[in-house]
């Protein structure tokens, strides 16, 4: 069965203070892996999607990256509007759908 | 209004109560979706539904009926729920399946007493 495990569970750094979040997936033929964000009490935002190994994308203080088992979602400096659940999903060719992991749970404390 | 509606934004209903959940899109997408998110675990797929036809179910309890009048609207018709399907239900679209972003709304907090 297709997974999407994301750790740390919840994350809290001082304000500045960079970090990554990681995202292991398990399909072989990966389509495309799309992150978001989710502030709470909201429908999840979208950030990025990666479709190939040695991708990245950048907005803001959020860079993601691609490997063939995962995604990093790089945070540098980041500010107290940054605290969120990021999540990240895969979708692999012959399944249209998105498997979601479980997020991260990110607090940046002022 | 632009992206994604839902209404209502809170619910809440007892078992034996029927309701309507209602997504609306204004992004001119083909495909539409509803997802249920449980405290601690991943968004659930539930349907999908690609030019007003039903792609996917996922497994769903028949208590969950979900209805596509056209591209832009997608229902879910609620009816003798449980308690454990309280959560967080939202809707996405996309402009086709496949390798498309889906964007969301910012869902229907469900509370089944």
């Known amino acids: 069965e297709d997974q999407v495990t994301q750790s740390p569970e919840a994350l809290r750094l001082q304000e500045g203070e960079s970090s990554s979040l990681n995202c292991s997936y398990t399909?072989?033929?990966?389509?495309?892996l799309f992150w978001y964000r989710q502030d709470p009490g909201k429908g999840p935002e979208f950030l990025f999607t990666?479709?190939?190994a040695g991708e990245e994308k950048e907005k803001e203080r959020l860079k993601a990256t691609l490997t063939k088992k995962e995604s990093f979602l790089h945070i540098t400096a980041p500010k107290p509007e940054d605290s969120a659940t990021y999540l990240c999903?895969?979708?692999?060719?012959?399944?249209?759908?998105?498997?979601f992991g479980t997020g991260t749970r990110l607090t940046i404390i002022p | 209004e632009t992206g994604v509606t839902q209404t209502p934004r809170h619910l809440v209903m007892g078992m034996t109560n029927k309701k309507s959940l209602k997504c609306e899109q204004h992004?001119?997408?083909?495909?539409m979706y509803w997802y249920k998110q449980s405290a601690k675990k991943p968004l659930e797929l539930m349907f999908v539904?690609?030019?007003?036809?039903?792609?996917e179910n996922n497994s769903v309890p028949s208590r969950f009926s979900p209805e596509c009048p056209n591209s832009s609207h997608l229902f879910l018709h609620l009816h003798t729920l449980q308690p454990e399907d309280s959560a967080l239900y939202l809707c996405?679209?996309?402009?086709?399946?496949?390798?498309?972003?889906?964007?969301f709304g910012p869902g229907t907090r469900l509370l089944v007493l």
């Open positions: 990666l479709y190939s």
């Open positions: 992004l001119g997408h083909n495909a």
């Open positions: 999903a895969q979708e692999d060719f012959g399944n249209e759908k998105l498997t």
């Open positions: 539904y690609n030019f007003k036809e039903q792609t």
């Open positions: 996405a679209s996309s402009p086709n399946l496949s390798q498309e972003t889906q964007y």
């Open positions: 399909v072989s033929g990966l389509r495309g």
